[in-house]
């Protein structure tokens, strides 16, 4: 009986790892950060450290709001990277410090 319940349990045990694993990376998607001028904790929505000209999806996670900006600079520190990004609409500069990658 318990050479049955065995590879039951191993079987349930990495179908549960693998529905985990596809859940993992929607998760990890986002790239987190802080908006220097307002204090606010930021999400980046993207797969690499974006480049200057691309636009980028911020989420702002104390108004729940989303923007899509432009990267105007980008500066590589040891712990964390600069993203300088420009609203299109206004024109307004911001800094975002997002940990490093």
């Known amino acids: 009986m318990k050479h049955t319940i065995r590879p039951f349990v191993r079987t349930l045990l ?10 993992l990376p929607c998760a990890a998607l986002a790239w987190d950060g802080f908006d220097t001028e307002s204090g606010h904790l930021v999400e980046v929505d993207v797969d690499t450290v974006p480049m200057r000209g691309e636009m980028v999806d911020v989420y702002d996670c104390d108004t729940k709001e989303t923007a899509t900006l432009m990267v105007d600079a980008v500066k590589n520190n040891a712990r964390t990277v600069e993203i300088t990004v420009r609203e299109s609409d206004t024109g307004r500069t911001r800094i975002l410090v997002m940990e490093a990658r």
């Open 14 to 23: 990495l179908s549960g790892t693998a529905l985990l694993s596809l859940a």
